[in-house]
């Protein structure tokens, strides 16, 4: 059985604030689950860990970690949760903050948690074979690995796999904080340089044995200028040890059958309690109660590259030429929290725009949408268009990275129905008001949209496919 040690700093359900911590939280069980592997998760324990997990922790160990001339405190808790035994490093200097990131010494927090991470597994005495390290918070597991700890018993033989989940946040520093703060010296100047500056991602794209991405197609884009954040030359010279695994979802806590958070239970054999769903949601925002108008939304941070450009350059026009509603749910740029809420002010019979985060007010909007726009600029791999599929939404995609590996055109061709949503390529508000304005037109066919919402809701998104894909990168390590 092979023994895989996740680092990572979020993991739902415990602290997260987006798609790693969703990965986080399914995958080691997904992995669990095959009965090949004993998968264990490092996190920080930071102060938004609710009072009900930390009554199941139990203390591991404690000791002091070393970091440049600092001597800090560390203690190691854990619990056991669906087959996977997560640690969590405790230091409330670092941790019990208002927010997981953003701190003006997020440099110093995750490299302080990315040694404590190594020091920990020979203090709890799990030496893994495969460390496998997440995003830039992460990045430093296998670069401490190599420099400092692969000469002491137990370490000598454990690969490392370190995961991009959004090459855009690479985790940059000066170069004035290489000792003082990473703890390293001049002789690893080299591997952390890139641009002239402290480059974590780029120091464990270079050392970890394998580097994966949470999508084929993401890992194919991240090797071009337009999409790397000037890493491209990098990962072009380590192509032959990049991959990328489509993530999934979490079949158990994204389930229209059971959840309830929802009004109105459904699956794909009972679609048409979905209405209800949509009549509690109109009631509930303000809109007018319609079974006949199709709802369209968009989940999502309110940012450029999601797509809130060309949505911006388009809705309008489609509020007008189609009856439709629309519900916005999300955070971001205020020129886009603007123009939504003026929107709404416009358009009072049709819109709605809830500037928050929400998790259980997100799956009611799923579970409501009839059509989910997602027509990002770029995509590492994205959850959305998969939750809303599972919801039972037509997806209305941009074929870019995740998307383009997970949302395939539809179209019928001798009464055979072939996809599962509407994409489209060239990045354009023209295009965007097409595609949605078709999707619309096929909602209104009671017929094909029955056909075709069936068969979304069919696809497979969970994470049975994607674990294989993980263990069979592990076994070739």
Same mark, same amino acid.
């Given at each position: 059985?092979?023994?895989?040690?996740f680092?990572g700093?979020?993991?739902?359900?415990f602290a997260?604030?987006?798609g790693l911590?969703?990965v986080?939280g399914s995958?080691p069980?997904?992995?669990?689950?095959?009965?090949e592997?004993?998968?264990?998760?490092?996190m920080?324990?930071?102060g938004?860990?609710?009072a009900?997990?930390?009554?199941?922790?139990?203390?591991?160990?404690?000791?002091?970690?070393h970091?440049?001339?600092?001597?800090?405190y560390?203690?190691?808790?854990?619990?056991?949760?669906d087959?996977?035994t997560?640690y969590?490093i405790?230091?409330e200097?670092?941790?019990?903050?208002?927010s997981?990131?953003?701190?003006?010494?997020?440099?110093e927090?995750?490299?302080?948690?990315?040694?404590?991470a190594m020091e920990a597994?020979?203090?709890i005495?799990f030496?893994?074979d495969?460390l496998h390290?997440?995003d830039?918070?992460?990045?430093l597991c296998p670069?401490?690995?190599d420099c400092?700890?692969r000469?002491?018993?137990?370490y000598?033989?454990?690969k490392t796999?370190?995961?991009?989940?959004?090459?855009e946040y690479?985790g940059?520093?000066?170069f004035?904080?290489?000792?003082?703060v990473?703890s390293?010296g001049?002789?690893?100047r080299?591997?952390?340089?890139w641009?002239?500056?402290i480059n974590?991602?780029k120091a464990?794209?270079i050392t970890?044995? %394998? &580097?994966? /991405?949470?999508s084929?197609r993401?890992a194919?884009?991240i090797c071009t200028?337009?999409y #790397?954040?000037g890493?491209?030359?990098?990962?072009?010279?380590n192509?032959d040890?990049l991959?990328g695994?489509?993530?999934g979802i979490d079949y158990?806590y994204?389930?229209p059958?059971?959840d309830?958070?929802l009004?109105a239970?459904?699956?794909?054999?009972?679609k048409g309690?979905?209405?209800g769903?949509?009549?509690?949601?109109?009631?509930?925002v303000?809109?007018?109660v319609?079974?006949?108008?199709?709802?369209?939304?968009?989940?999502?941070?309110?940012?450029?590259?999601k797509?809130l450009d060309?949505i911006?350059g388009m809705?309008?026009?489609?509020l007008c030429?189609?009856?439709v509603?629309l519900?916005?749910l999300?955070?971001g740029d205020?020129r886009?929290?603007?123009f939504?809420?003026a929107?709404?002010?416009q358009?009072?019979? %049709? &819109?709605? /725009?809830?500037?928050?985060?929400?998790r259980?007010l997100?799956?009611?909007?799923?579970? #409501?949408?009839d059509?989910f726009?997602?027509p990002?600029?770029?995509?590492?791999?994205?959850?959305s268009?998969?939750?809303?599929?599972r919801?039972?939404?037509?997806?209305?995609?941009?074929?870019?990275g995740?998307?383009f590996?997970s949302?395939k055109p539809y179209?019928?061709?001798k009464g055979?129905?072939?996809?599962?949503g509407?994409?489209?390529?060239d990045?354009?508000?023209?295009v965007l008001?097409?595609?949605?304005?078709a999707?619309v037109d096929l909602?209104?066919d009671?017929?094909r949209r029955?056909?075709l919402?069936?068969?979304?809701?069919?696809?497979?998104?969970?994470w049975?496919?994607s674990a294989?894909?993980y263990?069979?990168?592990?076994?070739d390590?």
């Open positions: 059985m092979k023994k895989i040690l680092v700093a979020e993991s739902m359900p997260a604030t987006g911590g969703d986080m995958l069980a997904a992995l669990a689950a095959t009965g592997a004993d998968v264990r998760v490092i920080p324990l930071y938004q860990v609710s009900e997990w930390r009554a199941q922790m139990k203390t591991e160990a404690v000791f002091t970690v970091l440049a001339w600092r001597k800090l560390c203690g190691v808790k854990s619990l056991q949760k087959g996977v997560y969590f405790d230091n200097y670092y941790f019990k903050r208002s997981l990131y953003g701190e003006y010494d997020d440099g927090r995750f490299a302080y948690f990315c040694m404590a597994i020979g203090q005495g030496y893994p495969v390290a997440h830039w918070q992460a990045a670069v401490y690995l400092i700890y000469s002491r018993p137990g000598e033989s454990i796999v370190f995961t991009i989940h959004n090459i690479q940059k520093y000066s004035a904080i290489l000792g003082d990473f390293l001049e002789g690893e080299s591997r952390m340089d641009g002239g500056c974590l991602m464990a794209i970890a044995n %394998k &580097v994966s /991405t949470v084929p993401y194919e884009e200028p337009e #790397a954040h890493l491209d030359p990098i990962l072009c010279e192509r040890k991959c695994i489509l993530n158990v994204y389930d059958s059971k309830k958070a009004p239970t459904f699956s794909w054999r009972s309690k979905k209405a769903n949509k009549c509690a949601l109109q009631e509930e303000g809109l007018p319609r079974e006949d108008v199709p709802m369209l939304s968009v989940i999502s941070r309110l940012v450029a590259h797509g060309i911006t809705i309008e026009r489609l030429e189609r009856d509603q519900v916005i999300g955070k205020g886009f929290e603007q939504f809420e929107l709404e002010k358009y009072p019979e %049709k &819109v709605r /725009t809830l500037l928050r985060y929400d259980d997100a799956k009611r909007i799923y579970a #409501a949408t059509i726009l997602m990002s600029k770029s995509e590492p791999c994205g959850l268009q998969m939750i809303a599929s919801y039972g939404a037509i997806p209305v995609v941009r074929e870019t995740g998307l590996d949302i179209y019928e061709e055979v129905l072939h996809g599962n509407f994409t489209f390529a990045y354009s508000a023209d008001f097409e595609r949605a304005a999707a909602w209104n009671k017929d029955d056909k919402i069936s068969k979304i809701m069919r696809t497979d998104f969970s049975g496919q294989q894909g263990m069979q990168m592990y076994y390590l």
